[in-house]
C-alpha cells in the first residue's frame, strides 16, 4: 500500500469535512428558525392545512438523516480501527511479554 501524503488527504478528506460541517450548522439554523415560525403558526391557526405536505417533508428529513447517520458511523469506522487495532496489538505484545 502506497504512503498518502498529508496534502492529499487533508484535500481530499479534512477540507470537505469541513465544509460538510459548515452546510449543516446552516441546515440546523434554517430548521431553528423554521420551527420558531411553526410555533408561531401553531398559535395562530386551529388546523394546519399543509400539514400533509409538512409530515412528507420532515419524513424525508428524517430519512436522510438516518443516511447520514450511517455514512458518518462508516467513516468513524474507516478511520478509527487502524489506531484501535494498533492499540490491541501492543496491548497483545505486551500480554505476551509478561507470559
Known amino acids: 500500500m502506497t ?3 498529508s496534502t492529499n488527504l487533508e484535500l481530499a478528506i479534512v477540507l470537505p469535512l469541513g ?3 459548515n ?5 440546523e439554523a434554517h430548521l431553528r428558525l423554521l420551527n420558531m415560525k411553526t410555533l408561531d ?11 400533509a405536505p409538512i409530515a412528507a417533508n420532515l419524513e424525508q428529513i428524517h430519512d436522510t438523516l438516518d443516511l447520514i447517520r450511517g455514512l458518518v458511523a462508516d467513516i ?23 507470559d
Open 41 to 51: 403558526y401553531a398559535k395562530e391557526c386551529s388546523q394546519a392545512p399543509f400539514a
Open 3 to 5: 504512503e498518502v501524503s
Open 23 to 27: 452546510q449543516l450548522m446552516r441546515i
Open 19 to 21: 465544509v460538510v460541517v
Open 76 to 98: 468513524e469506522a474507516d478511520v478509527r480501527p487502524r489506531s484501535a487495532d494498533a492499540a490491541r496489538s501492543s496491548r497483545n505484545l505486551h500480554s505476551d511479554w509478561d
